[in-house]
Structure formats: structure tokens, C-alpha cells
């Protein structure tokens, strides 16, 4: 299902809108599910394509692979957190969190989608869902409530060997120390080991989940269900299911609600390169265009939607700032060459 459109250009016409939304008409959805308190099961994280669209962590990190900002959040986090020592760290290349080993697992084998781990967990706060002390957890496509602390979990997992255990480190977290064991798990499979008809079906599952969050009013969430989705997906022979288009668009929303109009204008692109006049990827790029100061290129694209649907009132309203913003700025390029020539 695609999302209705957004405009990020103030906040409060970001919160009309998202209320507006939640009026219209939806497919219908997926019922809510009840979440395990014991056995959970993880999103999809570690795969071929990761580099593709990277993790989805937060509004400045969301998509960070695609920037090239694993660097800088590296560099961050170590800033965050206190000295330790580099023999016995791991750094998460997206910058969440550090790991440091208090017990080195053994083997080269590490938990994959579908393994099945047992672990001893202590010190994750409530909102995780991981209880205290043993547990067992499935990573692949789960039920239980999607954010951030469950991507924590499973890319912490899919780090670690048999028998070993951490102590990990996250910026901003001021509670007791997180320590996870990896007591055992089974083996699993990677996404290019999985059938079309599994990976499709998983996609599937994560974008229903990303519209049900997007509707609750979390889109970094449902951004992140939306990347899943894709990262199955693009590991698909060309020209890959006609899903991606609707999974690039509604990542567009999320990523323009969450402040990031570059990568917003990316996933528009690779819309528009499959359907070039796909409406509300053009007003999506129009919007995205306007905010990255790109005013020419965001007239043309609000146009080209008018041009279809002249009474599309939201590309109207759009290209009405636009078209303010254009006199602003010229007049401010018209005062500037007066004061040098007058």
C-alpha cells in the first residue's frame, strides 16, 4: 500500500497532514498481533544489500548508508562513551552501540535469519521486551513492536559467536550495564539462500507492519520495516517485483517526515525511473526539491502533477510556497546587485 503525501516544510503542516491521513481510506491491514514476553522474534538486519539502504536507527541516521555517515557515527559514539580497551571493543559500523567482549565466543558460525538463539540477558530496559535473565529468540520477520532496541538486539546478535558474552555500550542510555550472553543458537540462512516466494512473503509482511507503524504516527519506524522490505527485494533478478515501487514511495513519506529530503528525492528517483509519472512520487520529489532550496526543480515536478490532476489541492498549495520562495529570493538577488552596481 503506497502513503498518502507529505509536506515537511513546517512542522505543524507535517502534523495536519499526518492527521488528515489517518482519516483517509486504508487496505485493510494485517489485525494487531499479541507480542511474546519470553520468545521473540527480530527484523531482518544483516544482508547483501545493507549497503543499499543501510539501517534505520533515527531521524539523522535513518538510511545513513546511503551518505556515506557510518564514519562519522563511529566517530560519534566513541565521543559518547568513555575509554576502554580496543582489544576487547566492537564498533557497530552505523554507530548504535559498542560492544565490548567479556568472554570470547568460539567458532566462526554467528546467528543468521532464522537461527534460533538461547541467551542470558540482564540490564535491557523494559521497553526492549527482552526479560531478564534466559530467553530465546528467533531473528527473522517477528510480531512483537518494532523500534529501535529490537534492531539493537539482532544486529548485536548477528555479531556474536557461540559462548560469548558482551557488555554493550549505547549512547544515551544512563541505566545499569546491558550484558548479553550467546548461549547457543541454530543455524540459519541467508537472504540469498532464501526462495522468491519466502523473500516476497517476508517483504510483504514487513510492509504491512511499515504502513500499520506510519499510521500510529512513527514513521522512523515503519522506515525501517520499509527497508527490510526492500533489501529482500533487491536481491530479486531485474526488474524485481512492481512492490518496490510502492515500498521506494512510501519510504519517501517516512523520509520526508523525518527531516531527510536528500534521501527522500533518492527514493523518488528510483520511483520515477519505473513509473516516470507516478503522482505522489512526483509530488514527494516536488516537496523534497523545495526543501533542499532546489526551487526550479520542484516547480517543474508540482506542474507536472497539476498537469494530471489539476486539482490536486495539496501539489497547489506546494507550489504556491514555491513560487513565494522564488520572489524572495529574487528580490534579494535583485537587492544584492543594486548595492554592488548602484
Not at 540469498?192 to 516476497?200: A, D, G, N, P, V
Not at 533487491?234 to 512492481?242: C, E, I, S
Not at 523534497?288 to 489539476?310: C, F, H
Request: charged share 25%.
Amino acid at each position: 500500500m503506497e502513503l498518502p503525501p507529505v509536506n515537511p516544510t513546517r512542522e505543524e503542516d507535517a502534523s495536519q497532514s499526518q492527521q488528515q491521513w489517518e482519516k483517509n481510506s486504508w487496505d485493510n491491514l494485517d489485525p494487531p498481533t499479541q507480542f511474546p514476553t519470553e520468545t521473540l522474534e527480530l527484523g531482518v538486519s544483516q544482508d547483501p544489500a545493507r549497503q543499499i539502504l543501510g539501517n534505520l536507527q533515527g531521524p539523522e541516521k535513518l538510511v545513513a548508508g546511503l551518505e556515506g555517515d557510518s564514519d562519522k557515527s563511529h566517530e560519534s559514539t566513541k565521543a559518547t562513551l568513555g575509554p576502554l580497551q580496543s582489544s576487547d571493543l566492537w564498533y557497530c559500523p552505523d554507530g548504535s552501540f559498542i560492544k565490548k567482549i567479556i568472554v570470547r565466543g568460539h567458532g566462526l558460525d554467528k546467528p543468521k535469519l532464522g537461527s534460533h538463539c538461547r541467551v542470558l540477558a540482564f540490564g535491557f530496559p523494559f521497553e526492549s521486551g527482552l526479560p531478564e535473565g534466559p530467553a530465546e529468540l528467533t531473528v527473522g520477520v517477528g510480531s512483537w513492536k518494532e523500534d529501535t532496541w529490537r534492531e539493537l538486539i539482532e544486529k548485536c546478535l548477528e555479531s556474536m559467536c557461540q559462548g560469548e558474552a558482551i557488555e554493550l555500550q549505547v549512547p544515551g542510555h544512563s541505566g545499569p550495564p546491558i550484558k548479553l550472553t550467546l548461549d547457543s543458537f541454530t543455524q540459519g540462512r541467508d537472504s540469498w539462500e532464501l526462495e522468491t516466494s519466502e523473500k516476497e512473503a517476508l517483504a510483504m509482511e514487513e510492509r504491512a507492519r511499515g504502513t500499520e507503524l506510519f499510521r500510529a504516527g512513527n514513521p522512523e519506524g515503519a522506515a525501517r520495516c520499509y527497508g527490510r522490505a526492500l533489501r529482500l527485494l533487491l536481491t530479486l533478478p531485474p526488474p524485481g517485483p512492481p512492490e518496490r515501487t510502492a515500498l521506494h514511495a512510501n519510504l519517501a513519506a517516512c523520509q520526508l517526515l523525518l527531516g531527510q529530503p536528500q534521501l527522500a528525492v533518492q527514493s523518488c528517483d528510483r520511483v520515477l525511473e519505473r513509473e516516470p509519472d507516478h503522482l505522489k512520487a512526483l509530488y514527494r520529489r516536488g516537496v523534497a526539491q523545495a526543501a533542499l532550496g532546489n526551487l526550479e526543480k520542484a516547480t517543474a515536478d508540482l506542474k507536472k502533477v497539476l498537469a494530471v490532476d489539476p486539482q490536486n489541492r495539496a501539489a497547489q498549495e506546494e507550489l504556491g510556497k514555491v513560487v513565494i520562495l522564488e520572489k524572495k529570493r529574487d528580490a534579494g538577488l535583485a537587492q544584492g546587485l543594486r548595492k554592488m552596481f548602484g
